[in-house]
Every structure is written in structure tokens, then in C-alpha cells.
């Protein structure tokens, strides 16, 4: 009968408007037995908003478990929330992980819209911490649909600038700058509270410093400041948080050469981390380091050497190694623009020596993805040097070497080295005697891109002078040209022809004699279709050779031996063409009947009819793996269709399903796709199959038309039961379609992974 019973109804009618009625439950079922945890929860919930973490997570923990116990669900979800919210925020990301799964599959059942798209964004960014890329992905947009059909525009919001968020964290800033802009669209069109706009301005002006807008930066980040300390704001103060941003302008400043600003902002930095206790990493990082990198970025490399130089004395009573890992990235970066590379190199060098020692023990939290981040510019340092220094072997071992390394890759491979003994037993396992004759390695910087070709003569190099982000800007332009059968031919043969003078023109000599070409392409062009180059005399590259795409030398010396496929290998045809929402396929029995007649020991499996478990126990039996039926995008993959409620993701085919595995085809959308962080987002499905060993995947790159998906696989099976190997029969069914429909989506679609020889 209390006014303040009265008016949780009130909300409870207000969340039922949604269809949400956790509170409308709650109520029902909380009694006087349960006050005490209530109070508890309450408690936890106030911690949880004051950062107060280490205090929270122990009560909500203590009242989910009274709850648990009364059988009051509704309070026991809040309480599992409260207590993965304090979780995530001590930056634990692997026990985050393990708490909230108990409780996503309880509130996946109920009608608690919030509760359910909250529990799904903390998941996302637990997954983000554990470099979890594609499932972070997958769980964001998750919650994002819910929140959009339950009408929750403060959820949605939370959903864009945490998803920016943690596309700054991986340093994809594209991605950051577009879902914080589609973020303030929403913001402006309503009243919402102004933590949010706090949230997009905070990675937008990061983002600006770090691609060297900088005067972009510190309008962004004024905003932000003035935001924050306006004498009437909703946003909690505080004062380390302030402190640090004063600091991050006057480091900005100091790039900008406004020395007298910038000395008033440091300061108003110093007035406010003198009041509270300030870590080290963080003083002496942005303190120190920074100025010099912006400095750096603002073209005075001598400037920032000056800057930095009197750091080094200090990196021996630091005790975070991630410090002097940045303090040694910089330098090299620095030497190297003043092209000193005897000084460049040793730089680099500690600073991967570091990374090496560290990264192994360094399982969680944004502090991995930063780490990784580093990582990868100081590798791209130490070869970027070599090939300053003519050293174009020496260079691409240390490429290779990067490129296989799974730590810094992430990617988690279940094999192990295949032992060489295993190919010298070629003449009696039959093996495909077809050498490689070249392979083209592409390794892209923010000054040029470099290729290596090897063949029977040895390595040689090739250097193209280019803008990073204008290559980058149009091979993504020119894949999605391609993946779209309505685009214009000729512009995408325009863009092609340049693509191709910059990645095959000055290599082209070196392939005269050849006909098979593997290529290893740098991530951040991974989804090229090379096949779909074409060259000044009109030619396609995918006409004229048998192409296949390597993930590296090292990954690929895992892969078991290509065989050869000879008419009795048993075939597993997977037909999910019948899975719900699936629509019909044109040219599925047409699929199914070349391959049974080709292949008499083929096992015909409806994904209606049989279980996932049952098909487990099949799986390892079988030599060639034909998948046909639907793709769906899955965060930065795609997963296959399998039956009512199941999609088969990248996490379900584990290495222990295809042990004798040749080959895997999957004639569906999109199977191919991944991120733009290529190997480092293992999390596709390509990338589960060479996890298993198998040696050869057929896949394709976008959303492929069904009637020619169909042509290609019956002409690719006729031309390999022919004897073909199959980077001849995919280059075979590639021309035949070629012929009649010019448009490379229709063809340049379907690739060959993996290991040729």
C-alpha cells in the first residue's frame, strides 16, 4: 500500500507498453522474505554506478543466490546481470564469459527485452576482451535487434557506442567513426541522457587523434570536456577521468605547436590528478609518449625524437612492460621517417622482444587487443626496414614468420606440424605430383605495397609506391562492385585494371612460364577476389590461371597432404536446402546427382532428418565434405543453415570432426567472408577448417546467385572426377561460366583455400 509500491506498478505498466514485464513478475513474486536481498541487489546496482566493482559483484552475487533459492527468477536475472556488469567492468573477461552464459539461457525464455539485449552487450564485450571477434560481432547486433523491436532507443544508443567502442579497441576506426555518426543520428532526434553523447564523442576524437586529424581531435574533444564539466551535467564527475582528458588536449596541442595552450591545459591536468592517486602507466604514457607520437604524426620527426628521448631513463623503474613496448614502437616509427634504419631496426626489435615475452601471458581484457595492435606495427616495422635495406629474402621470412605466428594472430589451431616423413610417402598414398609454380605473397604499408614472388628461381620483390587507405578504399569498393550483379561492368573493370597495375603488372614476368598461382594476401585486403583482376589487354587473371588462396606458408606446412581424389573416396553431401526460412534453390538435385554419380561411396544427408549430434559420429569418416543449402551472416563470418533453431557456426566445427577430411566444398553465401582482420578474426568458417587440417576448401566470397552456384559445382565435380586437381577443376567451372555471364560476381564468387602442393 506504499506510495513507492504504486509507483513501481507504474513502471511496470510503462515496461509492459514494450512487452517487456520483468517488473510486472518481479512484483508478483517478490515477498517479504526476499527484502533483504532486495536492499542487497540495490546496494549492488549503486556500487556498479559509482565504479565501485569489487563491492558489487559480492552482493549481487549473495542476492542472486537468496532469489535463486525463493525461486524468484526475475530478481535472480537482475542480480546475474548486476553481477556480470561488476565482472566486465574488472575487465575479467573469460570469468565474465562463464558467469553470464547460465544466465542468457534463462533470459532467452522469458519476455525481459531490456534485460536480455543488456546481458547480450556485456557478453559482446567480454568476447571482445578474449579477441573473440566474429562472436562479439554476432552478440552486438543481437542485442541491437532486440532493442530495436521492443522500442528501447536509449538501449539502441548504448549499443552503437559500445559497439564503436570496441571497434576502437580492435583499431578498426571506419567502423568506429560510422556507428558513432549513426549513434548521434539517433541521439539528436530525442532527449536521451548525455553519458551517451559523452560515449560517441569519446571514440570519435581518439579516433581523429590517431589518424592524425588532430585539429579535428581537439574540437571533438573540447566538446567533450565542456560536456563534462558544465556546472549543471548528468554526468557523474570525476576528477581522473577530466584530469586525463586535459592532458590527452594539451599533448595535442603540443603536436599543434601551441605551446602556451597547451601549458594551460597540463595545468588543469595537474590541479585535478594532484587530488587523487594517478598510476604511473597512465601519466607517464600519455604524459611522455604521446606528445612525441602526435608530433610524429604532425610531421616532425625531430621534434618527437626530442620529446621521447627523455623517457628512456625512466623505462627501467616502470614496471608495465606495455610501456616500453610503446616507448620502442615510437622510436622505431621515428627513426624511421628520419631514415636511419641502423636505429629503426633494434627499435622494432626490443619492442617485439617484448611482445614475445609478454603476450602469452596476457589471456584478457583491452589490454590484449592493444597489445596485439602494437604488435603488428612493430612486425610491419622490422619488414618495412628489411626492404629499405634491399633485403627481400630476409624480409619475407620475418613476413611468413609474423604471419604464422598464432599467438599474435589468434589464431587457436588444433593440429600439429604434419612430420615430413608423411609427403616422402607421396608414391604410395598418391599424392597430386603437381608442383606449384609461383606464389605471390602481398604485404600492404602505409607508403606502398610490396609483393614476393617465389618460383624455381628463388624470391624476388616488387615495391608499388601507393596511399594505404586509397588501396584500401578501393579494393573494399571493388569487392563490393563485385558482389553485386547490378553494379556497372565497366566501372568495375576500371577498378579491376588498377588493382591489377598495382598487384600483378610488375610481377607478371615472373609468371610467364607458370599456370598454377597461390596467393597470400595481407588481411586487410582478405576478401579480394584476385580471379576478378583484369589486365590492359582485357584479360582476367582468374582466366588465365589456376588460382588458389594460402594462409601462409607456416599454417599451410600444417594442412594434411593434398591427395588426389579418385572416384571411391567417400562423400558426405550435406542438403540443408530444406531448413526452415531457407526458400527454394534452383539446381540443388542437379548437385546431388553429378556428385552420386561421379562418387558411388556418396552419403546423401537431409539436415531435416538427421541430429547435429548424429552427424558428429559421421563426420570423421568421410574424405570429401559437400555443404549445400543456406549462409547467414554471423558477426564478421557467416553460418550455415542446419535445421529448425541450429546454425552451424565457425565454433562448431571443431578440428576432431575431419580428420580425414581432402576436401571441404561449401556451395552456399558468403562462406569464405571474413573480416577485415583476416587471419587475426579466426572466427570464420574457411579458418575452422584449416583449424581441422583439411588441406582444400571451395568457398565463396559473397552472396552468390543459386542457379550459377549449381553450374559451377557440377561442372567443378565433372572436371574432378575426370582427374583434375582441384584448383583445375574450380579454374574449368570458372571459365565455363566466364563465357556466358561476363560479370565477375556471377563467376569470381567461389576460391580454392588452402594447400596445393
Given at each position: 500500500?506504499?506510495?513507492?509500491?504504486?509507483?513501481?506498478?507504474?513502471?511496470?505498466?510503462?515496461?509492459?507498453?514494450?512487452?517487456?514485464?520483468?517488473?510486472?513478475?518481479?512484483?508478483?513474486?517478490?515477498?517479504?522474505?526476499?527484502?533483504?536481498?532486495?536492499?542487497?541487489?540495490?546496494?549492488?546496482?549503486?556500487?556498479?554506478?559509482?565504479?565501485?566493482?569489487?563491492?558489487?559483484?559480492?552482493?549481487?552475487?549473495?542476492?542472486?543466490?537468496?532469489?535463486?533459492?525463493?525461486?524468484?527468477?526475475?530478481?535472480?536475472?537482475?542480480?546475474?546481470?548486476?553481477?556480470?556488469?561488476?565482472?566486465?567492468?574488472?575487465?575479467?573477461?573469460?570469468?565474465?564469459?562463464?558467469?553470464?552464459?547460465?544466465?542468457?539461457?534463462?533470459?532467452?525464455?522469458?519476455?525481459?527485452?531490456?534485460?536480455?539485449?543488456?546481458?547480450?552487450?556485456?557478453?559482446?564485450?567480454?568476447?571482445?576482451?578474449?579477441?573473440?571477434?566474429?562472436?562479439?560481432?554476432?552478440?552486438?547486433?543481437?542485442?541491437?535487434?532486440?532493442?530495436?523491436?521492443?522500442?528501447?532507443?536509449?538501449?539502441?544508443?548504448?549499443?552503437?557506442?559500445?559497439?564503436?567502442?570496441?571497434?576502437?579497441?580492435?583499431?578498426?576506426?571506419?567502423?568506429?567513426?560510422?556507428?558513432?555518426?549513426?549513434?548521434?543520428?539517433?541521439?539528436?532526434?530525442?532527449?536521451?541522457?548525455?553519458?551517451?553523447?559523452?560515449?560517441?564523442?569519446?571514440?570519435?576524437?581518439?579516433?581523429?587523434?590517431?589518424?592524425?586529424?588532430?585539429?579535428?581531435?581537439?574540437?571533438?574533444?573540447?566538446?567533450?570536456?565542456?560536456?563534462?564539466?558544465?556546472?549543471?551535467?548528468?554526468?557523474?564527475?570525476?576528477?581522473?577521468?577530466?584530469?586525463?582528458?586535459?592532458?590527452?588536449?594539451?599533448?595535442?596541442?603540443?603536436?599543434?605547436?601551441?605551446?602556451?595552450?597547451?601549458?594551460?591545459?597540463?595545468?588543469?591536468?595537474?590541479?585535478?590528478?594532484?587530488?587523487?592517486?594517478?598510476?604511473?602507466?597512465?601519466?607517464?604514457?600519455?604524459?611522455?609518449?604521446?606528445?612525441?607520437?602526435?608530433?610524429?604524426?604532425?610531421?616532425?620527426?625531430?621534434?618527437?625524437?626530442?620529446?621521447?628521448?627523455?623517457?628512456?631513463?625512466?623505462?627501467?623503474?616502470?614496471?608495465?612492460?606495455?610501456?616500453?613496448?610503446?616507448?620502442?614502437?615510437?622510436?622505431?616509427?621515428?627513426?624511421?621517417?628520419?631514415?636511419?634504419?641502423?636505429?629503426?631496426?633494434?627499435?622494432?626489435?626490443?619492442?617485439?622482444?617484448?611482445?614475445?615475452?609478454?603476450?602469452?601471458?596476457?589471456?584478457?581484457?583491452?589490454e590484449r587487443l592493444a597489445w596485439l595492435r602494437a604488435a603488428d606495427e612493430c612486425y610491419r616495422g622490422v619488414v618495412r626496414v628489411l626492404l629499405e635495406q634491399k633485403k627481400t629474402s630476409e624480409a619475407l621470412d620475418r613476413w611468413e614468420w609474423y604471419q604464422g605466428r598464432p599467438l599474435l594472430q589468434n589464431l587457436h589451431t588444433g593440429y600439429g606440424a604434419i612430420p615430413p616423413k608423411e609427403e616422402a610417402r607421396s608414391d604410395r598414398d598418391g599424392f597430386v605430383n603437381t608442383p606449384v609454380n609461383?606464389?605471390?605473397?602481398?604485404?600492404?604499408?602505409?607508403?606502398?605495397?610490396?609483393?614476393?614472388?617465389?618460383?624455381?628461381?628463388?624470391?624476388?620483390?616488387?615495391?608499388?609506391?601507393?596511399?594505404?587507405?586509397?588501396?584500401?578504399?578501393?579494393?573494399?569498393?571493388?569487392?563490393?562492385?563485385?558482389?553485386?550483379?547490378?553494379?556497372?561492368?565497366?566501372?568495375?573493370?576500371?577498378?579491376?585494371?588498377?588493382?591489377?597495375?598495382?598487384?600483378?603488372?610488375?610481377?607478371?614476368?615472373?609468371?610467364?612460364?607458370?599456370?598454377?598461382?597461390?596467393?597470400?594476401?595481407?588481411?586487410?585486403?582478405?576478401?579480394?577476389?584476385?580471379?576478378?583482376?583484369?589486365?590492359?589487354?582485357?584479360?582476367?587473371?582468374?582466366?588465365?590461371?589456376?588460382?588458389?588462396?594460402?594462409?601462409?606458408?607456416?599454417?599451410?606446412?600444417?594442412?594434411?597432404?593434398?591427395?588426389?581424389?579418385?572416384?571411391?573416396?567417400?562423400?558426405?553431401?550435406?542438403?540443408?536446402?530444406?531448413?526452415?526460412?531457407?526458400?527454394?534453390?534452383?539446381?540443388?538435385?542437379?548437385?546431388?546427382?553429378?556428385?552420386?554419380?561421379?562418387?558411388?561411396?556418396?552419403?546423401?544427408?537431409?539436415?531435416?532428418?538427421?541430429?547435429?549430434?548424429?552427424?558428429?559420429?559421421?563426420?570423421?569418416?568421410?574424405?570429401?565434405?559437400?555443404?549445400?543449402?543456406?549462409?547467414?551472416?554471423?558477426?564478421?563470418?557467416?553460418?550455415?543453415?542446419?535445421?529448425?533453431?541450429?546454425?552451424?557456426?565457425?565454433?562448431?566445427?571443431?578440428?576432431?570432426?575431419?580428420?580425414?577430411?581432402?576436401?571441404?566444398?561449401?556451395?552456399?553465401?558468403?562462406?569464405?567472408?571474413?573480416?577485415?582482420?583476416?587471419?587475426?578474426?579466426?572466427?570464420?568458417?574457411?579458418?575452422?577448417?584449416?583449424?581441422?587440417?583439411?588441406?582444400?576448401?571451395?568457398?565463396?566470397?559473397?552472396?552468390?546467385?543459386?542457379?550459377?552456384?549449381?553450374?559451377?559445382?557440377?561442372?567443378?565435380?565433372?572436371?574432378?572426377?575426370?582427374?583434375?586437381?582441384?584448383?583445375?577443376?574450380?579454374?574449368?567451372?570458372?571459365?565455363?561460366?566466364?563465357?556466358?555471364?561476363?560479370?565477375?560476381?556471377?563467376?569470381?564468387?567461389?576460391?580454392?583455400?588452402?594447400?596445393?602442393?
Amino acid at each position: 500500500s506504499s506510495e513507492a509500491y504504486r509507483a513501481l506498478n507504474g513502471l511496470a505498466e510503462v515496461f509492459a507498453e514494450h512487452q517487456d514485464f520483468w517488473w510486472k513478475d518481479f512484483l508478483a513474486v517478490t515477498g517479504v522474505s526476499d527484502l533483504s536481498a532486495v536492499r542487497e541487489l540495490s546496494d549492488a546496482l549503486k556500487n556498479n554506478e559509482q565504479g565501485r566493482y569489487d563491492e558489487a559483484r559480492p552482493q549481487a552475487h549473495h542476492a542472486g543466490m537468496t532469489f535463486a533459492q525463493h525461486g524468484n527468477l526475475p530478481a535472480q536475472l537482475l542480480a546475474g546481470f548486476a553481477e556480470v556488469y561488476a565482472v566486465r567492468n574488472q575487465l575479467k573477461g573469460e570469468q565474465c564469459l562463464m558467469l553470464v552464459a547460465p544466465f542468457l539461457e534463462k533470459v532467452s525464455g522469458t519476455s525481459y527485452s531490456w534485460l536480455h539485449a543488456q546481458l547480450l552487450l556485456e557478453t559482446a564485450q567480454c568476447r571482445n576482451f578474449q579477441v573473440d571477434l566474429a562472436e562479439s560481432d554476432n552478440d552486438a547486433n543481437q542485442s541491437l535487434a532486440i532493442a530495436d523491436k521492443a522500442g528501447l532507443p536509449v538501449q539502441k544508443m548504448r549499443v552503437f557506442g559500445i559497439s564503436a567502442g570496441m571497434k576502437h579497441q580492435q583499431g578498426r576506426c571506419n567502423e568506429t567513426w560510422g556507428l558513432s555518426v549513426e549513434g548521434l543520428g539517433q541521439y539528436w532526434k530525442g532527449n536521451y541522457p548525455s553519458e551517451r553523447l559523452d560515449q560517441f564523442y569519446s571514440v570519435m576524437w581518439q579516433c581523429a587523434r590517431e589518424t592524425g586529424s588532430l585539429v579535428l581531435a581537439e574540437t571533438l574533444l573540447r566538446h567533450t570536456i565542456a560536456m563534462r564539466e558544465a556546472p549543471n551535467t548528468a554526468i557523474p564527475r570525476n576528477t581522473i577521468r577530466e584530469g586525463m582528458l586535459h592532458l590527452r588536449l594539451a599533448n595535442i596541442l603540443l603536436a599543434l605547436k601551441e605551446q602556451e595552450r597547451a601549458e594551460e591545459e597540463s595545468k588543469k591536468a595537474g590541479v585535478l590528478l594532484n587530488t587523487k592517486e594517478v598510476y604511473p602507466k597512465d601519466y607517464i604514457l600519455r604524459a611522455k609518449i604521446e606528445p612525441a607520437e602526435l608530433q610524429l604524426q604532425h610531421g616532425d620527426a625531430t621534434l618527437a625524437l626530442s620529446t621521447l628521448q627523455p623517457v628512456e631513463a625512466l623505462l627501467q623503474t616502470v614496471q608495465d612492460k606495455f610501456i616500453a613496448l610503446n616507448y620502442y614502437r615510437v622510436l622505431g616509427n621515428i627513426y624511421w621517417e628520419m631514415r636511419q634504419l641502423d636505429k629503426a631496426l633494434p627499435a622494432y626489435q626490443s619492442a617485439i622482444g617484448l611482445t614475445e615475452g609478454s603476450l602469452a601471458n596476457i589471456m584478457d581484457g583491452p589490454e590484449r587487443l592493444a597489445w596485439l595492435r602494437a604488435a603488428d606495427e612493430c612486425y610491419r616495422g622490422v619488414v618495412r626496414v628489411l626492404l629499405e635495406q634491399k633485403k627481400t629474402s630476409e624480409a619475407l621470412d620475418r613476413w611468413e614468420w609474423y604471419q604464422g605466428r598464432p599467438l599474435l594472430q589468434n589464431l587457436h589451431t588444433g593440429y600439429g606440424a604434419i612430420p615430413p616423413k608423411e609427403e616422402a610417402r607421396s608414391d604410395r598414398d598418391g599424392f597430386v605430383n603437381t608442383p606449384v609454380n609461383v606464389r605471390l605473397s602481398y604485404a600492404l604499408f602505409k607508403d606502398g605495397l610490396q609483393t614476393w614472388v617465389r618460383n624455381g628461381s628463388g624470391v624476388q620483390g616488387a615495391w608499388v609506391d601507393l596511399k594505404q587507405d586509397d588501396f584500401e578504399r578501393t579494393a573494399r569498393e571493388f569487392v563490393e562492385r563485385c558482389a553485386d550483379p547490378d553494379s556497372s561492368l565497366d566501372d568495375l573493370q576500371e577498378q579491376g585494371t588498377w588493382l591489377y597495375s598495382k598487384l600483378l603488372q610488375p610481377i607478371m614476368p615472373y609468371l610467364a612460364e607458370s599456370k598454377t598461382v597461390t596467393v597470400e594476401l595481407d588481411r586487410s585486403f582478405y576478401n579480394l577476389p584476385m580471379e576478378a583482376l583484369r589486365s590492359p589487354s582485357g584479360h582476367y587473371f582468374g582466366e588465365q590461371y589456376w588460382i588458389a588462396y594460402s594462409p601462409g606458408t607456416q599454417t599451410e606446412q600444417r594442412l594434411r597432404f593434398p591427395a588426389r581424389i579418385d572416384r571411391q573416396a567417400a562423400v558426405m553431401v550435406l542438403d540443408a536446402s530444406r531448413a526452415p526460412n531457407s526458400g527454394y534453390l534452383p539446381g540443388i538435385e542437379a548437385q546431388r546427382d553429378v556428385i552420386q554419380g561421379i562418387f558411388p561411396r556418396t552419403n546423401n544427408v537431409d539436415s531435416m532428418v538427421i541430429t547435429w549430434p548424429r552427424l558428429q559420429q559421421q563426420l570423421p569418416t568421410e574424405a570429401i565434405v559437400h555443404y549445400m543449402g543456406h549462409g547467414k551472416p554471423d558477426g564478421s563470418g557467416t553460418s550455415l543453415a542446419f535445421s529448425k533453431g541450429r546454425f552451424l557456426a565457425a565454433k562448431d566445427l571443431t578440428p576432431g570432426l575431419f580428420p580425414r577430411a581432402r576436401l571441404v566444398v561449401l556451395a552456399a553465401c558468403s562462406t569464405g567472408k571474413g573480416s577485415e582482420n583476416g587471419l587475426w578474426d579466426a572466427d570464420n568458417l574457411v579458418h575452422a577448417f584449416l583449424a581441422a587440417g583439411v588441406p582444400q576448401i571451395v568457398a565463396t566470397h559473397w552472396n552468390v546467385d543459386s542457379s550459377t552456384t549449381s553450374t559451377f559445382m557440377v561442372s567443378f565435380y565433372q572436371n574432378l572426377g575426370s582427374g583434375r586437381t582441384v584448383v583445375e577443376s574450380a579454374f574449368a567451372a570458372r571459365k565455363d561460366i566466364l563465357t556466358h555471364m561476363p560479370h565477375p560476381y556471377y563467376w569470381a564468387g567461389f576460391s580454392v583455400s588452402g594447400r596445393v602442393n
